[in-house]
């Protein structure tokens, strides 16, 4: 995807309140993913790190014995943003690489996977359609790969009594909706990562910037400041006017009040002007660019001991990786070369291919018959799914508890290297963590 979509997509996507930037890439991904530093973080907190939150050893379930399915049809829908102002197909081809996987491995117990694909176009009444069409196809699950307006299409497959299934939250609605189900990090967990690295650097004053909007504020007083003060964190909040930001004047602020991190949670235009604005007025603390990955390739140099988060590992961190995820990793790149869409291995098609390999886990536990009342209670068991590229997932366990339709409270962050080779990529530099547990002090 060309730099321009990128960017239109980023201010899409802030608008549709991902204020917490759900998702996050790889550096080469030619998008942006919906969360830096000049002070190398302690031995300690790198990859060597082993997290519970990260487990490898295979989870201990009450799955009853799988049933035949052989000759049986699983009617799935597929929704993704491929109209109007975004287009991120790789958000669509990874999880259709990922079905054509499990379908020619047996499918879902033996029964194959059908796709009933609408593309809708960031607009309200696009998702509306889509969710018209897929109820209307009788599909027994809806799952979207993104669609920054689906909180729209929420109500009518609530309605239709259809689980609407997702990687990462597109819209404060789905957050807590009845039947919604978000199968990586809940949003809010995004506030945890920049205090938790703060900490470990031994860092107390972190001046978190932001663009100035309704849902922004909300994120800064409802979310980031209580977490703040329970660990301690003198907090500074900076807006910048998102029509006409002035990045030289918010790095100066930050650094007048004695800022020892900056933390930008912002859209990736955000993300290259605060960096760049950083780096111009040589800010000697910890810059923290949110889950942005787009300004990497954009500052190139300047972007070097930065720090982003995130919920998965990219095929570029498998080196960093456990051996399980590192596998998958491997298994993942050949699928999509394969498929001849090597072009976007390192972006967003790896939550979808992940999300859709813990869908198959989860499809496989139904023992009745496959409809979406079935499929809903299977979403809601609460069980253990292996995470794929990320930590394990609890669907229906709440793992943080203010958003009840998150799987996973699971965060990372990663360090902006440069590589031997004298590529810039990112490391681990503190591996995945429970950020809700981390958050209660």
């Not at 957050?175 to 978000?182: E, R």
């Not at 107390?204 to 922004?216: D, M």
């Not at 006017?241 to 900056?262: F, H």
Request: with cysteine; net charge negative; hydrophobic share 45%.
């Amino acid at each position: 995807m060309k730099k321009r979509s990128a960017l239109r997509l980023t201010a899409l996507l802030a608008a549709a309140t991902m204020v917490a930037a759900a998702c996050s890439d790889g550096e080469s991904s030619s998008a942006t993913t919906a969360a830096a530093e000049t002070t190398a973080a302690p031995e300690t907190s790198a990859a060597t790190e082993t997290s519970a939150a990260a487990d490898t050893t295979a989870p201990t379930e009450t799955t009853a014995a799988a049933i035949d399915r052989t000759g049986e049809t699983i009617k799935i829908g597929y929704v993704n943003n491929e109209g109007g102002a975004i287009a991120l197909p790789e958000f669509r081809i990874g999880g259709e690489v990922a079905i054509d996987q499990i379908n020619a491995n047996g499918g879902i117990n033996g029964a194959t996977i059908e796709v009933v694909s609408c593309l809708a176009d960031a607009s309200p009444e696009g998702s509306i359609n889509c969710a018209n069409q897929l109820i209307e196809a009788g599909v027994v699950m809806a799952y979207t790969g993104i669609d920054v307006a689906s909180d729209a299409a929420l109500p009518l497959y609530q309605e239709a009594g259809i689980p609407y299934v997702t990687s990462n939250g597109w819209g404060p609605a789905q957050g807590n909706a009845d039947g919604s189900h978000i199968l990586h990090a809940a949003s809010d967990a995004y506030a945890v990562g920049p205090f938790a690295l703060a900490k470990d650097l031994g860092l107390t004053k972190v001046a978190s910037v932001y663009e100035q909007s309704a849902a922004g504020e909300g994120f800064i007083n409802t979310i980031t400041k209580p977490i703040a003060d329970k660990l301690g964190i003198e907090l500074q909040t900076i807006a910048v006017d998102p029509a006409a930001p002035d990045w030289t004047a918010a790095v100066a602020t930050a650094q007048s009040a004695g800022a020892e991190m900056i933390w930008g949670q912002l859209t990736e235009p955000g993300c290259i002007g605060m960096v760049g604005a950083a780096r111009a007025a040589a800010f000697p603390g910890v810059v923290f660019a949110g889950s942005c990955s787009f300004y990497i390739p954009i500052v190139g140099d300047a972007a070097v001991d930065t720090y982003t988060q995130g919920d998965l590992y990219f095929p570029s961190m498998k080196s960093f990786a456990p051996e399980r995820i590192a596998t998958n990793l491997t298994d993942y790149e050949a699928a999509m070369k394969a498929a001849g869409q090597s072009d976007y291995t390192e972006g967003f098609a790896v939550a979808a291919f992940g999300a859709w390999m813990e869908l198959r886990t989860i499809l496989e536990r139904v023992t009745g018959d496959m409809t979406a009342e079935s499929v809903e209670a299977a979403l809601n068991s609460g069980e253990v799914t292996e995470g794929w590229f990320g930590p394990d997932i609890k669907c229906g366990a709440a793992p943080w508890p203010s958003g009840k339709s998150a799987c996973s409270a699971g965060i990372a962050v990663y360090k902006v290297i440069k590589k031997d080779d004298g590529t810039i990529g990112r490391e681990i530099a503190k591996d995945f963590f429970d950020a809700y547990e981390y958050s209660q002090g």
